[in-house]
């Protein structure tokens, strides 16, 4: 099939922009995976009910701070107490399992859920070395069979085979019409999402420097396919919304902490905000953090209005994830309702 041509999409209104949920399942300081399953229930019904259109959450393991590495349970766990809203994994990291335990877990999913389940994939192993080879029991790979993986598990969501071939099926799970996303935070998925022509999804949220190259390579090297025409590319930002940019900002500081615990090597639950974080970070920490961060947004509803249209110019991204590591509940379920406010607010000027 020839190549698609390369394409510069004009960018998108804010109000025509659809909005998901990107959902780590945060365990916060003083809570337990309990707790944030509750909460991630929770936020889903009432993101549901706000117009977001997808709620993903992502697999990570040996994070004592993220309690969805049972990505797929935690997905039927959401997909059972929601009604209309999309559900998936943003995403699953398939070096970690056999595509066939993955096409029947969402095989399973979508025969419960019908129309309503979405597969993201990513090759990372979500953690540290020693925890995936406790994963794989092997660091045999390093991810460089993920195009092998893939096919082998679109293989087993393919068609029953003809009569008298033999093959392994995945049941439920063959023939079912499940939306497979490619996940990245550099080039190669990019680079693989559009040879297969995939919708594709960017970790601009933690990775910001690749985000527009990535997007670029996608967008020129995609070649249509039966699942889509066009390039469609999504993009992650973590985004804090408060009645002030300085309450915003306070809440932000969770996040940040967290990012801070990570290049310490220290990963640990969500901490609660600080008014001051110059008494937590050194200055080449700070800096660090910053531009791991630069596509994070924290204010009120107009000043995050204003920066998630200048990204939504700068990327001219399809849709967009939110994520929005908050300490607390309330406050996080505000954020998100202050953001679907601040869209539909866009869309009445």
């Keep these: 099939?020839?190549?698609?041509?390369?394409?510069?999409?004009?960018?998108?209104?804010?109000?025509?922009?659809?909005?998901?949920?990107?959902?780590?399942?945060?365990?916060?300081?003083?809570?337990?995976?309990?707790?944030?399953?509750?909460?991630?229930l929770d936020l889903a019904r009432h993101a549901e009910a706000w117009g977001y259109r997808r709620y993903w959450l992502a697999?990570?393991?040996?994070?004592?701070?993220?309690?969805?590495?049972?990505?797929?349970?935690v997905i039927g766990h959401v997909a059972a107490g929601t009604t209309t809203i999309r559900v998936g994994a943003g995403g699953i990291m398939l070096p970690n399992h056999a595509p066939l335990v993955i096409a029947e877990q969402f095989g399973t999913l979508e025969?419960?859920?019908?129309?309503?389940?979405?597969?993201?994939?990513?090759?990372?192993?979500g953690t540290d070395p020693l925890?995936?080879?406790?994963?794989?029991?092997?660091?045999?790979?390093?991810?460089?069979?993920?195009?092998?993986?893939v096919s082998e598990l679109r293989a087993y969501l393919d068609r029953a085979p003809p009569p008298g071939v033999a093959r392994v099926r995945a049941i439920p799970g063959e023939g079912l019409d499940i939306p497979i996303w490619l996940l990245g935070s550099s080039g190669y998925s990019a680079r693989m999402a559009a040879h297969l022509g995939l919708p594709f999804a960017f970790a601009s949220h933690f990775a910001p420097d690749y985000?527009?190259?990535?997007?670029?390579?996608?967008?020129?090297?995609?070649?249509?396919?039966?699942?889509?025409?066009?390039?469609?590319?999504?993009?992650?930002?973590?985004?804090v919304v408060a009645d002030t940019d300085e309450e915003a900002r306070r809440l932000s500081t969770s996040q940040q902490q967290q990012f801070l615990s990570l290049i310490r090597g220290r990963p640990g639950q969500l901490p609660p905000p600080v008014d001051d974080m110059d008494a937590l970070w050194a200055p080449h920490e700070e800096a660090t953090i910053r531009r791991q961060l630069r596509y994070s947004v924290a204010g009120s509803p107009e000043t995050?209005?204003?920066?998630?249209?200048?990204?939504?110019?700068?990327?001219?991204?399809?849709?967009?994830?939110?994520?929005?590591?908050?300490?607390?509940?309330?406050?996080r379920l505000r954020s998100y309702e202050l953001l679907s406010e601040a869209v539909k607010g866009a869309q009445a000027r």
């Design 1 to 40: 099939m020839p190549e698609h041509p390369t394409t510069h999409p004009r960018s998108r209104a804010l109000q025509d922009t659809p909005l998901s949920v990107l959902d780590l399942a945060p365990v916060v300081v003083g809570a337990t995976p309990r707790d944030a399953f509750r909460n991630t």
């Design 59 to 73: 697999e990570h393991h040996n994070m004592p701070g993220i309690a969805s590495s049972a990505t797929s349970l």
């Design 111 to 125: 025969s419960l859920y019908p129309g309503r389940i979405d597969l993201g994939l990513g090759r990372a192993p």
């Design 131 to 149: 925890t995936a080879r406790a994963l794989r029991r092997s660091l045999g790979t390093d991810g460089d069979d993920f195009p092998e993986l």
């Design 211 to 239: 985000l527009l190259p990535a997007l670029e390579l996608y967008r020129s090297s995609f070649r249509p396919s039966d699942a889509l025409e066009r390039p469609h590319a999504m993009i992650g930002l973590h985004v």
């Design 304 to 331: 995050v209005r204003q920066r998630v249209q200048a990204i939504l110019d700068e990327t001219r991204a399809d849709e967009l994830m939110v994520v929005a590591q908050i300490h607390d509940h309330g406050a």
